[in-house]
Structure formats: structure tokens, C-alpha cells
């Protein structure tokens, strides 16, 4: 079973609209949220992250909203650009240990 | 900076072969992992490692078996190999707080 949940598995919007990527989690062990980058051929690399004791980090376009007592938060891409499509993970680590683990993935498609 | 080296890029085996996957880092981290990327599914977590000859299992170790002989290298080894194998399989290192994880661009597997 999936530990971290991602509501889409693709999203398309155009160019300078906000995209806004959704995930959950249940456990309650996760406090820390990265979201990871991904273009093809290439490995994962991290974007922006937020621990469980903020509700919102900002940085540039990318802003991360977070609900502890729903276990939710997103990814808002404020102004998107086509360099902006890519796969986007939400991952969750848990306090414990030093395993992350992700959801299934966003595939956004920014169109010019 | 680091890099993460994995090899082979493209790996080709016989269904019920056992196949070695190979990962190497020069950040110097104490931690290093292997996932399995699977489209739909994500990022699976199969093995990680806290340290030399450390080995943790993961969501999804069965199958597979690992090895951390040196801080700088994580092998993974798919013990039988079936059709349903095929997928990308990415190793990535972290510091002890595992805030970031750096990927490598993957192996990808095919089973004939």
C-alpha cells in the first residue's frame, strides 16, 4: 500500500497559470515533506520541502501548503513555464528513520 | 559537488537470471538507498543502507538482496528475475538527516 498518495497522475496546464499538485499521507511518524523534480532520463532531484511544524514554504514560484491535522499539502507552480513540465514526486520521511518514501507521481504538462 | 554513478544504464537479462545492479558515490554519505521506479507506482523503497555493511529492507526487498561493502558503493541484486522486473531502478545517497536524497539517472531493467 501506498504510505504517500499523490491525487493525480498527470495535470496539464498552460503557460502562466498556476498548477497545483495534491498528496496525502496517514502516517503519522512522517515530519518531513520534500517534493523531488524529475525530467526524463534523469534521476529525481529535490525542489522545495517543509517540516510537519510549518503550514507553507515559499521559494521562487513553488510554494508548499501543508495541513497536519488533515494530512494533506500541495505544490502550487505560480506563473508555470514548459521548462516547468516534469514529473513531480511528494515524498514524506518519517522522524524514525532515514527511509523517505514517495508517492506515485504528478506528470505535468505545461503547454505554451 | 557529488555525483552518483550507476551501471549498467540498460541491463538485458533471461527470465529466472540473477542480475547485479551497481552504485557508486562521492559525496562521502552515510546513507545510501535503492528504489524501484515503476510507471503509475512511483518510487518503491527495496533497500537502504545507514552504513558500511548496514542493510535495511525496505517496502519491497523480496526478491532482491543488497550489499554495502564500502561507505562509496550499494549493489542490489535481483535473485531470480521475472518479465513483471522490468522498471527503472534508482540508487541514491543522503546525509544522516536524509533531508535530501541525491539520485543517480537509473538502471533500467528488461527481462527477455
Known amino acids: 500500500q501506498q504510505q504517500v498518495r499523490q491525487s493525480s497522475q498527470s495535470l496539464t496546464v498552460w503557460e502562466g497559470e498556476t498548477a497545483i499538485l495534491n498528496c496525502s499521507y496517514e502516517?503519522?511518524?512522517?515530519?518531513?515533506f520534500p517534493w523531488y523534480q524529475q525530467f526524463p532520463g534523469e534521476g529525481p532531484a529535490l525542489l522545495i520541502a517543509?517540516?510537519?511544524?510549518?503550514d507553507k514554504k515559499e521559494d521562487g514560484r513553488f510554494t508548499i501548503f501543508f495541513n497536519k491535522r488533515e494530512k494533506n499539502l500541495s505544490l502550487h507552480i505560480k506563473d508555470s513555464q514548459p521548462g516547468d513540465s516534469a514529473t513531480y514526486f511528494c515524498?514524506?520521511?518519517?522522524?524514525?528513520?532515514?527511509?523517505?518514501?514517495f508517492g506515485a507521481g504528478t506528470k505535468l504538462s505545461v503547454k505554451p | 559537488g557529488g555525483i552518483i554513478t550507476q551501471t549498467p544504464k540498460f541491463l538485458i537479462g533471461q527470465e529466472g537470471q540473477k542480475l547485479t545492479l551497481k552504485c557508486q558515490q562521492n559525496?562521502?554519505?552515510?546513507?545510501m538507498y535503492w528504489y524501484r521506479q515503476d510507471s503509475g507506482k512511483g518510487l518503491r523503497l527495496i533497500y537502504y543502507s545507514i552504513t558500511e555493511n548496514d542493510l535495511q529492507k525496505g517496502d519491497l526487498s523480496e526478491g532482491y538482496d543488497a550489499s554495502r561493502e564500502k561507505k562509496s558503493s550499494f549493489s542490489l541484486t535481483v535473485t531470480s528475475a521475472q518479465k513483471n522486473e522490468m522498471a527503472v531502478f534508482l540508487c541514491a545517497s543522503s546525509p544522516d538527516s536524509a533531508e535530501t536524497l541525491y539520485f543517480g539517472s537509473g538502471t533500467r531493467l528488461t527481462v527477455l
Open positions: 515524498a514524506a520521511r518519517p522522524y524514525n528513520n532515514n527511509a523517505p518514501r
Open positions: 502516517n503519522s511518524a512522517f515530519d518531513y
Open positions: 559525496f562521502n554519505h552515510d546513507t
Open positions: 517543509i517540516r510537519s511544524v510549518s
